[in-house]
């Protein structure tokens, strides 16, 4: 079943089962999905962000706040 034009979101916290991620990443982009990575900092003691970034092609959020995306927004 293609998944062209669906975003999928996928977030990791730490647990075991964190290390089926990225074969999970790669059959989703397989079938076309747009694929996004958010982590936790135990997630990282599974798996590493550049794995995911690896199979996903995209950047991997790791941070709550990302300060290089605020730098563009204006004040509130």
Not at 32 to 46: D, G, I, L, N, P
Not at 55 to 72: F, H, I, Q
Request: overall charge positive; glycine content about 10%.
């Amino acid at each position: 079943m293609p998944l062209t034009g669906k975003r999928i979101l996928i977030g990791l916290s730490g647990g075991i089962a964190a290390y089926k991620s990225a074969e999970l990443v790669r059959r989703l982009k397989e079938r076309h999905a747009e694929v996004r990575v958010v982590m936790t900092e135990s997630a990282k003691s599974f798996i590493t962000p550049l794995t995911l970034q690896a199979v996903s092609g995209e950047p991997v959020s790791d941070a709550l706040l990302d300060p290089a995306a605020e730098a563009g927004m204006g004040h509130i």
